[in-house]
């Protein structure tokens, strides 16, 4: 039976998987649904499926005030502009370039963590860590991110992408700031399906284009990002973050890049370069010492 360290770091790896496939699939959501038709549906759709779950199947109690009012705050950071926000970036951007600005977020998380959550603030080797890390997500996605910086059309799809990645980051740190006794899969469902109302509303205003119809790949696209994208890697890292050092989940930005790479390889027939394993290589030692760093203090703590 897994101890209660080891499933938090499944569910850590899980996310890291899953998320880093989305890079993939929601590219090819955004070019064929209306974005926030795309997005609002998926996380109301996803929310409300997992609530359903948790209360007409499993009988869990109805949670307080306090707790819906602060998962109406956490959604409106991590699903209406972490996640709906980025969604409409990638409309004008690759999903490389999205990958590697998505990874800023673990710095997001450090520099936030230090003021709100003193006790889990990195040490030296953890910063190294972030560092050696962020370098090789740049070295991976320096080919895709320099000639996206020639066409004026990108700008927009950078400004509403470090938005969610900001939104992401403060969230993530936030929600470490209040401890409840719900399940994980509580949070997750309320915060896909609170943050997925702001995004329907948008939606209803920027309108469908009437020769719009659905298509078998649409469903398809549709059934993946719920069922996988949504409710089971959204659960995941929920559970991995209530369980797990806010700077040490943020890891999955760092990993996710280099599987959407790799996709796009398989895929795509892109070329491995030298550069890409190089910047592979460091990423790893990067969330090496993200993990060797949290190791450390938790070790210091318990003596």
Same mark, same amino acid.
């Given at each position: 039976?897994?101890?209660?360290?080891?499933?938090?770091?499944?569910?850590? @790896?899980?996310?890291?998987?899953?998320?880093?496939?989305?890079?993939?699939?929601?590219? %090819?959501?955004?070019?064929?649904?209306?974005?926030?038709?795309?997005?609002?549906?998926?996380?109301?759709?996803?929310?409300?499926?997992?609530? @359903?779950?948790?209360?007409?199947?499993?009988?869990?109690?109805?949670?307080?005030?306090?707790?819906? %009012?602060?998962?109406?705050?956490?959604?409106?950071?991590? &699903?209406?502009?972490?996640?709906?926000?980025?969604?409409?970036?990638?409309?004008?951007?690759?999903?490389?370039?999205?990958? &590697?600005?998505?990874?800023?977020?673990?710095?997001?998380?450090?520099?936030?963590?230090?003021?709100?959550?003193?006790?889990?603030?990195?040490?030296?080797?953890?910063?190294?860590?972030?560092?050696?890390?962020?370098?090789?997500?740049?070295?991976?996605?320096?080919?895709?991110?320099?000639?996206?910086?020639?066409?004026?059309?990108?700008?927009?799809?950078? &400004?509403?992408?470090?938005?969610?990645?900001?939104?992401?980051?403060?969230?993530?740190?936030?929600?470490?700031?209040?401890?409840?006794?719900?399940?994980?899969?509580?949070?997750?469902?309320?915060?896909?399906?609170?943050?997925?109302?702001?995004?329907?509303?948008?939606?209803?205003?920027?309108?469908?284009?009437?020769?719009?119809?659905?298509?078998?790949? @649409?469903?398809?696209?549709?059934?993946?990002?719920?069922?996988?994208?949504?409710?089971?890697?959204?659960?995941?890292?929920?559970?991995?973050?209530?369980?797990?050092?806010?700077? %040490?989940?943020?890891?999955?930005?760092?990993?996710?890049?280099?599987?959407?790479?790799?996709?796009?390889?398989?895929?795509?027939?892109?070329?491995?370069?030298?550069? %890409?394993?190089?910047?592979?290589?460091?990423?790893?030692?990067?969330?090496?010492?993200?993990?060797?760093?949290?190791?450390?203090?938790?070790?210091?703590?318990?003596?």
């Amino acid at each position: 039976m897994m101890d209660r360290l080891s499933k938090p770091y499944l569910a850590l @790896m899980l996310t890291c998987l899953i998320w880093g496939t989305t890079y993939l699939v929601n590219k %090819l959501g955004v070019t064929q649904i209306p974005v926030f038709l795309f997005t609002s549906t998926r996380q109301l759709i996803s929310g409300g499926l997992l609530l @359903m779950y948790l209360f007409i199947i499993k009988k869990h109690p109805w949670p307080d005030t306090r707790y819906l %009012l602060f998962q109406g705050m956490m959604a409106l950071f991590m &699903i209406t502009l972490g996640n709906g926000i980025g969604t409409y970036g990638l409309a004008y951007i690759d999903s490389g370039v999205s990958a &590697i600005l998505a990874a800023v977020s673990p710095v997001i998380i450090a520099l936030l963590t230090i003021y709100l959550k003193p006790d889990e603030q990195l040490n030296r080797i953890g910063w190294l860590g972030i560092i050696t890390g962020f370098g090789g997500v740049v070295m991976i996605c320096f080919d895709k991110l320099a000639p996206a910086a020639n066409h004026d059309s990108t700008v927009l799809g950078f &400004i509403f992408t470090l938005i969610s990645v900001v939104a992401w980051g403060f969230g993530s740190v936030i929600s470490k700031t209040r401890h409840f006794e719900y399940s994980p899969l509580l949070a997750a469902g309320f915060q896909m399906f609170f943050g997925g109302i702001p995004l329907a509303i948008i939606a209803l205003f920027v309108g469908v284009p009437n020769e719009f119809h659905v298509t078998t790949n @649409m469903l398809i696209i549709w059934v993946y990002l719920i069922g996988l994208g949504s409710i089971v890697a959204f659960s995941c890292y929920i559970y991995a973050l209530k369980h797990l050092p806010a700077t %040490l989940v943020s890891i999955q930005s760092y990993i996710n890049p280099i599987i959407a790479i790799f996709l796009g390889v398989l895929f795509l027939q892109e070329k491995v370069s030298f550069q %890409l394993i190089i910047g592979a290589v460091l990423t790893f030692i990067g969330v090496f010492l993200v993990n060797y760093s949290q190791y450390r203090r938790r070790k210091k703590s318990n003596l």
